[in-house]
Structures are given as C-alpha cells and as structure tokens.
C-alpha cells in the first residue's frame, strides 16, 4: 500500500531563506506524486505535480520538487521565502489503479519569520 | 467555474443527530472523493466514487454513508452524529478529459459535534 512520511511537523524559516520540505513515499507502482497547500481556513490548492515526465517539477509560487527514485523522495523546494509561503504543506501519493485515490502525509506547517 | 463547491460552510451538532454534507462541481469530472482533516494526520479519505453510479469505501469510513447522486454531486451523511466526528471534512473531484489526475478540493466544511 503506498504511504506518505512528511519529516518535521513544522519547519520555521526567515524571510529570504531557503524553503526545504521533506517528503517520502512508499510506492509499489510508479507513483504520481503531489505537493498541495493549505492556507488557513481555506480548501488544498495544488502547487505541484510528477506523472513521470520531467524529474524536477516546477510549480506556481517558485516551488520546485524534484522526484528521486533511488531515495524514494519527493522534497519541495523554493529558494527564497516569502511572508506569503506561511501555510500547511501536504505531500501525496496517487493510487492510479483504485480510483485514483491520493494518500497524504500527515503535513508539514511552515512559518516564515520577518 | 465554480469548480467544486460544499454546503454548508460550518455546523454543530449535538451527539445522535444527522446530516448531511453537499458537494458539487462543475468540471465534469469522473472521480469526486471525501475527506476529513484532522490536526497531525493530514486528510484521510472516508469514501469515493470512481464514476458515476459507483462508490466504495475510504480508510475511514465507519459512521459515514455516501451518495453519488448523478455525475456533478457527491453527498455525505453522518447517520449519528459522535464527537469522534469533529472535524473539517473536504470534498474533491478529479479525471476529466485527458487522464487528469490532480485533485480539487472544495473550501471544507467545519463540523462540531457537541
């Protein structure tokens, strides 16, 4: 069954520093993986996206995750953060054979201090 | 477009009663899903329906039932409502035309049961 292991329930930044949020799945087919965000009292919007074209994905905002086999990890990354990136970060896996199911990890909160 | 819309936006319940959560959206997408959220365990699926005239049940589906209703609508009753049950419950749609595998989310509906 596939499996989502977000590392670091809350991950605090600077303004202008380099945003990482680690992201590791369990898998048994190719997987499809997301990165979605959740701003407060507000519904998931998707950042970004792997369906097996392109290994390193870019998405809105400045977000980038690269998709890496070998570690079995999908890490968001963005270079400088932004008082506006302050939101709930959620990492998933598609089960393509059931529906498309996704299956989260539990949710990283990021806070960017000023 | 509206894209994927939930009635109502919040709601207390005292223990025992019903209700039910409407979802419905525009994109004439196949798969429509619920979810609920809860602190530190991201979103967990209660039940989906893959198309229209099916459904099938979620990781935790116990004390909910489900209706597909037609292709745009996708309802959730709570039959007795329990405290357990608090929680901010989601619904989202995927698989248009073209193998679309993202998932939209409506903004949620917030849900106490006292």
């Known amino acids: 069954a596939q499996s989502v292991t977000q590392l670091g329930s809350h991950v605090s930044v600077s303004e202008g520093a380099l945003v990482l949020l680690r992201c590791n799945y369990s898998?048994?087919?190719?997987?499809?993986l997301f990165w979605y965000v959740q701003y407060p009292n507000q519904g998931l919007q998707l950042l970004l996206k792997?369906?097996?074209?392109?290994?390193l994905v870019k998405g809105i905002n400045g977000f980038e995750a690269e998709f890496k086999k070998s570690e079995t990890s999908f890490h968001l990354t963005k270079p400088s953060a932004h008082m506006s990136d302050a939101a709930e970060y959620f990492c998933a896996v598609s089960d393509r054979k059931r529906g498309n199911k996704l299956v989260f990890g539990a949710g990283t909160i990021l806070r960017v201090k000023s | 477009n509206a894209g994927v819309t939930q009635t109502p936006k919040f709601q207390v319940l005292k223990t025992g009663q019903s209700m039910t959560l409407q979802c419905a959206q525009d994109?004439?997408?196949?798969?429509m899903y619920w979810y609920r959220q809860d602190p530190g365990m991201g979103l967990r699926l209660i039940y989906y329906?893959?198309?229209?005239?099916?459904?099938d049940k979620g990781e935790v589906p116990n004390g909910y039932n489900v209706s597909r209703l037609n292709k745009r609508e996708f309802s959730l009753r709570l039959e007795s409502a329990a405290p357990s049950q608090t929680s901010v419950y989601f619904c989202?749609?995927?698989?248009?035309?073209?193998?679309?595998?993202?998932?939209?989310f409506g903004p949620g509906t917030r849900l106490t049961v006292t």
């Open positions: 989202a749609s995927s698989g248009g035309q073209g193998l679309d595998y993202e998932q939209y």
């Open positions: 329906s893959a198309s229209e005239g099916t459904t």
């Open positions: 898998s048994s087919v190719p997987p499809y």
């Open positions: 792997y369906t097996s074209a392109a290994t």
């Open positions: 994109m004439n997408h196949n798969s």
